[in-house]
């Protein structure tokens, strides 16, 4: 039975879904900037799969780092692990995987396009041709992608790409729980990619056969399931508040009964209200004790925990908060995406949390002048130690501080002529494009202060 929601799901957001032209501007802008590139263009592109560019791996990274300082650094109760990818087919057998993770399956006899019969508005009509009445009987389909280790292709040599980190996580409990000394309750992250064979990718980078998840396996007492649960689910609620998206864009929702995974008493999803409607986040699950006794059962190792102050022994229950990283980049684009008018002309800025922002200083020398380039990019060297910088000395001022602007940067410092004189430049605030003097001995100072850390 599913367990009670924390209290952030009481007020759900009311908010209509964003311009739909949001989308299109937001893809538009990660090819042109070098946020996200489709893989393999020059060959037409393979199917939901893409690059990271220049900008994108660095907005990719601070999502992950905002989220490992939030789960791992910043306590004490959890720490990290990194596991395979490559797993054998026991692993996936005891976790239910190889049984139970399909999605149904529906073909369309009319055009042969194929569907996931849970995500048609109308199970009867074929959103692609709009063919009435088409559908094959629904079929279940198997999501893990299977390969071979090994020079021979046999039953013997079956491998898969693991579909989530957790279960790396499973099979590492008591190793984990010996080597770091932790005892419940306590956690285990791990940050790293996952591979599920999806029916129907789509959305950009939402929905990819290849993403990349920000998973924690906290193990508690089972008496204090509950707890731990409600306390997760208002945490993972609060990051995203925290790191920028407006209240009105996040609701914390509750699954009923039948959406319910095999392993959970109880999950609740962080959606965040993209332009085709709410979707999920983060996923935060009620895993009760099924995976370490499935693979307990199935490996014959003990993957319990004998508490001696109570003399009991007892496998642990475990909260699972599981976020996709690639997904939670494209909200916090599409959150932080403004267009505005100053002075006769549109804006375009990304007001991304500092923490997030690829670049957080970007460094512009007012011309090519060398007696201003040689300095600039001195005081360039002298910042790039405490923040990662861009330097641009092409166009014209007020172009480049519009370029800053669509990546996000939040301060830009700009040696002009003066600087020559005064040993000072302007430092240009993103959000509000207020200009102040800082003398140059000051400027990292300055500039911690302004972006808070």
């Given at each position: 039975m599913s367990e009670a929601p924390a209290s952030p799901e009481a007020a759900e957001p009311t908010a209509e879904p964003a311009d739909p032209g949001l989308f299109d501007r937001i893809v538009n802008l990660c090819k042109r900037r070098g946020f996200v590139f489709p893989s393999a263009e020059i060959y037409g592109g393979f199917r939901s799969t893409y690059d990271y560019g220049p900008i994108g791996v660095l907005m990719l990274r601070n999502v992950k780092d905002a989220w490992w300082r939030s789960m791992v650094q910043l306590r004490d109760d959890v720490v990290g692990l990194d596991a395979a990818i490559l797993s054998p087919p026991a692993i996936w057998e005891a976790s239910g995987h190889l049984a139970n993770f399909t999605d149904p399956l529906v073909d369309c006899r009319h055009c042969g396009a194929r569907h996931r019969l849970d995500k048609l508005d109308d199970a009867d009509v074929c959103p692609t041709c709009g063919t009435r009445g088409s559908f094959t009987e629904a079929r279940q389909f198997n999501?893990?992608?299977?390969?071979?280790?090994?020079?021979?292709?046999?039953?013997?040599?079956?491998?898969?790409?693991?579909?989530?980190?957790?279960?790396?996580?499973?099979?590492?409990?008591?190793?984990?729980?010996?080597?770091?000394?932790?005892?419940?309750?306590?956690?285990?992250?791990?940050?790293?990619?996952?591979?599920?064979?999806?029916?129907?990718?789509?959305?950009?980078?939402?929905?990819?056969?290849?993403?990349?998840?920000?998973?924690?396996?906290?193990?508690?007492?089972?008496?204090?399931?509950?707890?731990?649960?409600?306390?997760?689910?208002?945490?993972?609620?609060?990051?995203?508040?925290?790191?920028?998206?407006?209240?009105?864009?996040?609701?914390?929702?509750?699954?009923?009964?039948?959406?319910?995974?095999?392993?959970?008493?109880?999950?609740?999803?962080?959606?965040?209200?993209?332009?085709?409607?709410?979707?999920?986040?983060?996923?935060?699950?009620?895993?009760?004790?099924?995976?370490?006794?499935?693979?307990?059962?199935?490996?014959?190792?003990?993957?319990?925990?004998?508490?001696?102050?109570?003399?009991?022994?007892?496998?642990?229950?475990?909260?699972?908060?599981?976020?996709?990283?690639?997904?939670?980049?494209?909200?916090?684009?599409?959150?932080?995406?403004?267009?505005?008018?100053?002075?006769?002309?549109?804006?375009?800025?990304?007001?991304?949390?500092?923490?997030?922002?690829?670049?957080?200083?970007?460094?512009?020398?007012?011309?090519?002048?060398?007696?201003?380039?040689?300095?600039?990019?001195?005081?360039?060297?002298?910042?790039?130690p405490h923040f990662m910088c861009d330097y641009d000395e092409t166009q014209a001022i007020g172009r480049r501080y519009r370029r800053q602007d669509e990546l996000g940067t939040p301060c830009c410092v700009t040696f002009d002529f003066d600087s020559l004189a005064d040993h000072a430049v302007t430092v240009r605030d993103r959000d509000t494009m207020a200009q102040d003097r800082v003398a140059i001995p000051d400027l990292v100072d300055h500039l911690h202060g302004k972006l808070g850390f």
């Open positions: 999501l893990m992608f299977k390969t071979h280790a090994g020079p021979v292709e046999e039953s013997s040599s079956v491998a898969y790409l693991r579909p989530e980190t957790a279960q790396g996580i499973f099979v590492n409990f008591v190793n984990v729980m010996n080597a770091s000394r932790k005892k419940p309750p306590f956690g285990v992250a791990q940050i790293g990619k996952s591979f599920r064979n999806e029916i129907t990718p789509g959305n950009f980078v939402f929905r990819t056969r290849e993403f990349e998840q920000m998973e924690m396996e906290f193990f508690v007492p089972p008496d204090e399931g509950p707890k731990w649960y409600e306390y997760w689910c208002g945490e993972r609620f609060e990051w995203y508040l925290d790191l920028g998206i407006a209240p009105d864009q996040l609701r914390l929702r509750a699954h009923g009964a039948d959406e319910l995974s095999h392993y959970s008493a109880g999950t609740s999803d962080v959606e965040f209200l993209f332009p085709w409607g709410w979707d999920e986040l983060e996923g935060i699950a009620q895993r009760t004790d099924y995976d370490l006794k499935a693979h307990s059962e199935h490996s014959g190792e003990k993957l319990d925990f004998f508490d001696q102050a109570t003399g009991t022994r007892y496998t642990p229950y475990v909260i699972e908060p599981a976020a996709g990283a690639t997904r939670t980049l494209m909200a916090f684009l599409m959150a932080a995406y403004a267009e505005e008018e100053v002075r006769g002309e549109t804006r375009t800025v990304l007001r991304l949390h500092p923490r997030l922002a690829p670049y957080k200083v970007a460094v512009l020398p007012l011309s090519k002048k060398a007696e201003l380039t040689a300095q600039a990019r001195q005081v360039l060297t002298a910042l790039q």
